[in-house]
């Protein structure tokens, strides 16, 4: 069974297959033709006095007309509202109005019985316009459900079938996290762990691992407006755990990430280990008492190289004040990291995950779960994590917080 994510098929939709004149002419199949590429016209305003009438399904079409139309419609909505003085507002209500086009031409193919794959597309289509709509009205579930059922019936739309339970799980999560404070329950989250677990066994595939991370994001919400942090921890342990004793070596390795990702939560404490990249083992303990910057990083991730300087600034500006910023080279070579800090005169120590793994000590970048490079780890003065950014800068003002506040015991060093 291959693996699809959800995501992925709504660009299908969004790219639908329109069959050739040539077999249309000829009553064949119909054999896939290039989508029309997206367009995006410079001109302030452009042809949205005729937005409107790309929304009017047209009678009369086949199915394979139909689809042609709906290509047609999205290049037009884009052309008239990707232009340098389209406002958001107007993005998204295009988004909204063609979303539900997309459902009403799947209706109209649906209805018609068309053959395959243009019917695979309707079903296609029909569901995203669906999803979409449960946002809105949670009513629109039980049509969801309806047609998960009439394909299990069909029974020769398994993939499709599989995306669309993944798809009404995460939406039940979704539906759970914009509830108001008071009305968030245990109890929901409990029942839908069950019904996530049940889905996974069924279907062991590491695409549908999202659906997990959403459950555990909304666990920990529930745990913090309930004032029961222990429910949270509970949930994501219990996840993991489901995922490191599942028989697919690949769900085993989502476990792991899940695993390290617990270790870089906020609040925990960390106790940073490995070999420096002159070969020497790390020492975290020479940083006790410091607010610290742990930038996991590669000579190779662009990003990382835009962000040093501003690293380095923010160094400079508070190192007196105890600041340290210890620099944890992954996915590279040791030499590779040593020429960089050479050419740039890195100020502070970098740990190699390389170097650190030959010396059979566990590498930074599993052992942390990381999502990718830049990741960036503040820790405050008394050893606990503060903040976790991927991707993205530090706020200098959670800096400024954190080396002004004193720790008992002496462990300030101001």
């Not at 909505?77 to 003085?85: C, Q, V």
């Not at 309930?226 to 993991?240: L, Q």
């Not at 190192?319 to 800090?341: I, P, Y």
């Amino acid at each position: 069974m291959k693996n699809v994510c959800f995501p992925i098929l709504f660009w299908i939709a969004l790219f639908p297959v329109v069959p050739t004149a040539n077999a249309q002419e000829s009553g064949s199949e119909a054999t896939a033709a290039p989508a029309t590429p997206i367009v995006v016209v410079d001109q302030p305003g452009a042809n949205k006095s005729t937005l409107e009438e790309i929304f009017t399904v047209p009678e009369g079409k086949s199915p394979e007309e139909l689809l042609r139309f709906l290509s047609e419609a999205r290049n037009k909505g884009i052309k008239a509202t990707l232009t340098p003085d389209s406002t958001q507002e107007e993005m998204m209500a295009f988004q909204t109005k063609f979303v539900a086009l997309m459902g009403r031409v799947a209706d109209k193919i649906i209805a018609s019985q068309a053959k395959e794959p243009v019917m695979e597309q309707a079903y296609q289509l029909k569901m995203i316009s669906l999803s979409a709509a449960m946002d809105e009205d949670p009513k629109k579930e039980a049509e969801f459900i309806a047609l998960l059922e009439t394909l299990e019936k069909l029974g020769n739309h398994e993939d499709l079938l599989v995306e669309g339970n993944a798809v009404l799980l995460a939406k039940r999560i979704e539906a759970i996290q914009r509830r108001e404070a008071e009305k968030l329950a245990v109890e929901d989250i409990i029942k839908l762990k069950d019904e996530v677990k049940a889905f996974l066994t069924k279907n062991p595939f590491p695409d549908f691992a999202g659906i997990a991370t959403m459950l555990m994001e909304c666990a920990d919400l529930v745990a913090e407006t309930r004032k029961d942090p222990a429910f949270g921890e509970s949930v994501r342990k219990e996840m993991t755990r489901f995922f490191l004793e599942s028989a697919t070596p690949e769900m085993r390795e989502v476990g792991k990430f899940f695993e390290g990702a617990a270790r870089r939560a906020i609040g925990k404490a960390i106790v940073l280990q490995g070999m420096t990249v002159d070969d020497k083992e790390f020492d975290w303990k020479a940083y006790r008492g410091k607010v610290v910057l742990i930038d996991f990083w590669a000579s190779w991730c662009q990003p990382c190289i835009a962000l040093y300087p501003e690293l380095v600034k923010l160094y400079e500006k508070n190192k007196e004040r105890g600041l340290e910023v210890v620099g944890v080279g992954v996915r590279d070579k040791t030499d590779n990291l040593l020429a960089f800090m050479k050419t740039n005169k890195t100020p502070w120590t970098v740990i190699s995950d390389e170097a650190t793994i030959a010396k059979k000590m566990p590498g930074l970048d599993e052992y942390y779960g990381l999502e990718g490079v830049p990741t960036l780890i503040v820790v405050d003065r008394a050893g606990a994590i503060a903040y976790v950014a991927v991707g993205e800068e530090v706020p200098p003002e959670l800096i400024e917080k954190l080396l002004a506040e004193k720790v008992a015991g002496g462990m300030n060093n101001e």
